[in-house]
């Protein structure tokens, strides 16, 4: 590119190299670079007069020594550290954050502001696009260029320099190439420029002839670009003519149309506010209605709160007699399952097996072994497994019972076909039934094994909620011996069984005399099985027993005597228990064909003494 063709629209980049801080003062490049001795201008002084000599170039200025040699290592004997620090020193006072921009005379603003450089020394700043600027700047050929600096904390003008892209000077690359301090590089759109160093001839490009234009077309272009520049400055001109006269022309007033539309505006804030008002007075209401039935509700409240703290305070003072009482039915509890803990340990004995092996037992006379046994024994052995876990089977399900612990896997017991069912594993319902005793083959041998350890499972769940810890849950009768004796342990005395036993209420009708006089004997043989119970001492049985004797007796003569009517009665603390209906027979006071066998255990009555 010609040298009278650059202009800012072709400048893309600009380099800074070797920053420097130090500003030359009364000595020119030449001289700093020299590094003349410091006597100099007293030497000058202290001499002769001067005189006129010729002028010696900076290289004539430089000290002439035999051996003079540049040496690097200045720093070699030093410590690492001490190295460090002066590298350190070094870089530090000469790097510091720097940007440019760019101006123009006619511009008050910056034309260009370029990115800042962090803590460096050399500075590849960013391209930039120029184009977009203007005619009135992309068509100079001369700028200012300011650089500015930070070292420490605040901003400062570094250099100022006045740049006219005519009197640059080409450069092939940035390499190879000695930089002065706060050297300034410029990029073009055809190469690297710069002001300090020696110009080098751009070699020419290789490239086909193309036509040009003659003089007259290029005046043409010019007269154009001129005439397209004047009709640009025309059109801003008329458009601050007609702002200018906008302004000061007062706008047509019409008073109709805008009263119209003010009042429209205004009907459509009313309607709006109106619309806004209904539903504030419906939110009013609902809210008056929500604070009238939460006052209700308040009040409602609060008469149940006093009614429940008049109930508190009446419970109060029954709350120690009913701790009294939870606390003896819980020891009066633990001392009736201690009494059944032991009378199952006395009906499903389990004793130390005569072979004298470690933890091996039998129950009720029948061995079991711990989970380990042999699948190819006689079918006696098999009899015998299948007994022996009938029992405790059919003891894991009494336990679960008067213990008050659900099975996990409920029991069936059924003496050596009892069976036990999974309900919790993912299983089809058809499978989910496990014997207890051995049919043989691959598969019942796999479900036996299956159904034993759920029933070990169920002695677990046992031993957990006595607190005890299983330590081999295969372990089948040592684990229910050890829960049956520590579930009848303890200091206290064991509760003794009440006595009565279980009562029978028969039905029907006797009829015949020998039928009256089997009755007459069941319920003597009844009575005389309850003497010495006191709980029917207490409530008056044998005052009743004597009574029901007598009129069984009176009830047989006046049979043989031809009486047809006759009752028989019982004085004691219940109703009359029967009457003598015709033919001499006993008749009840119920319907014989709605009567039902009823059992009832006379000794699990609570507070019997209390009425007595």
């Not at 020394?121 to 260029?145: E, H, M, Y």
Request: proline share 6%; aromatic share 6%; charged share 20%.
């Amino acid at each position: 590119m010609l040298p009278q063709n650059r202009r800012l629209r072709h400048l893309q980049g600009i380099y800074l190299r070797n920053l420097s801080f130090t500003r030359p003062q009364g000595r020119a490049a030449d001289d700093l670079e020299a590094d003349l001795p410091s006597n100099k201008l007293q030497a000058l002084h202290d001499g002769p007069p001067p005189q006129l000599h010729h002028a010696r170039s900076s290289e004539s200025l430089l000290p002439t020594r035999a051996n003079a040699r540049r040496r690097s290592t200045n720093l070699a004997n030093v410590s690492p550290i001490t190295r460090q620090k002066q590298l350190e020193y070094t870089v530090e006072g000469r790097a510091a954050d720097v940007f440019f921009s760019l101006h123009c005379h006619e511009e008050e603003e910056p034309v260009y502001i370029s990115e800042m450089g962090e803590r460096a020394i050399n500075f590849n700043f960013r391209f930039f696009d120029l184009s977009q600027a203007g005619p009135s700047v992309t068509r100079k050929s001369r700028f200012i260029i300011k650089i500015w600096a930070k070292r420490q904390l605040s901003w400062s003008l570094l250099l100022t320099e006045l740049v006219d892209l005519r009197s640059l000077n080409y450069l092939e690359s940035l390499r190879n190439h000695h930089f002065p301090p706060n050297c300034l590089v410029f990029h073009l759109l055809d190469g690297i420029y710069s002001f300090e160093l020696s110009s080098k001839r751009p070699e020419p490009k290789q490239a086909p002839t193309l036509p040009t234009s003659s003089y007259n077309a290029l005046m043409k272009l010019s007269n154009l670009d001129n005439s397209i520049q004047d009709a640009l400055a025309t059109r801003e001109a008329l458009t601050a003519q007609i702002n200018s006269l906008l302004e000061r022309t007062p706008p047509a007033t019409d008073a109709v149309p805008q009263a119209q539309e003010s009042a429209a505006l205004a009907a459509k804030y009313v309607s709006a506010q109106t619309r806004t008002l209904r539903a504030a007075q419906a939110r009013r209401a609902e809210l008056q209605s929500s604070i009238e039935a939460r006052r209700a509700a308040i009040h409602e409240g609060r008469n149940a709160q006093a009614r429940a703290a008049e109930d508190v305070k009446h419970a109060q003072s029954k709350l120690p007699a009913s701790k009294a009482l939870l606390a003896a039915t819980r020891e009066s509890i633990h001392g009736q399952r201690r009494r059944i803990c032991e009378d199952l340990a006395q009906i499903f004995p389990i004793s130390p097996s005569p072979s004298g092996a470690p933890l091996s037992f039998t129950i009720c006379g029948v061995p079991l072994p711990n989970t380990d046994y042999d699948p190819t024994s006689s079918s006696s052995t098999e009899d015998s497994l299948s007994a022996g876990l009938g029992f405790v089977a059919q003891l894991t399900n009494a336990l679960q019972y008067y213990l008050s612990v659900p099975l996990p896997y409920p029991v069936t017991p059924f003496g050596s076909r009892s069976s036990i069912r999974d309900d919790i594993s993912m299983l089809p319902d058809s499978q989910r039934e496990f014997p207890l005793f051995l049919r043989g083959g691959a598969t019942a041998q796999y479900r036996f094994d299956y159904g034993w350890f759920l029933l070990n499972k169920d002695i677990e769940a046992l031993c957990v909620s006595a607190g005890l810890k299983v330590v081999d849950i295969r372990h089948t009768l040592p684990n229910l011996k050890y829960l049956l004796y520590v579930c009848s342990a303890g200091r206290d005395e064991v509760p003794e069984r009440k006595r009565g036993g279980v009562r029978g209420l028969w039905a029907g009708r006797m009829k015949g005399r020998s039928v009256a006089d089997d009755g007459v004997s069941i319920s003597t043989a009844g009575s005389r099985s309850r003497l010495g119970s006191a709980d029917s001492e207490a409530m008056g049985g044998a005052k009743a027993r004597e009574q029901l004797m007598g009129r069984v007796a009176r009830t047989s003569t006046n049979t043989g005597a031809g009486k047809e009517n006759g009752s028989l009665g019982v004085d004691g603390p219940s109703t009359s228990l029967g009457s003598i209906g015709s033919g001499g027979s006993i008749s009840l006071p119920f319907d014989e064909g709605s009567t039902k066998l009823t059992l009832r255990t006379k000794g699990l009555r609570e507070n019997v003494g209390a009425h007595a």
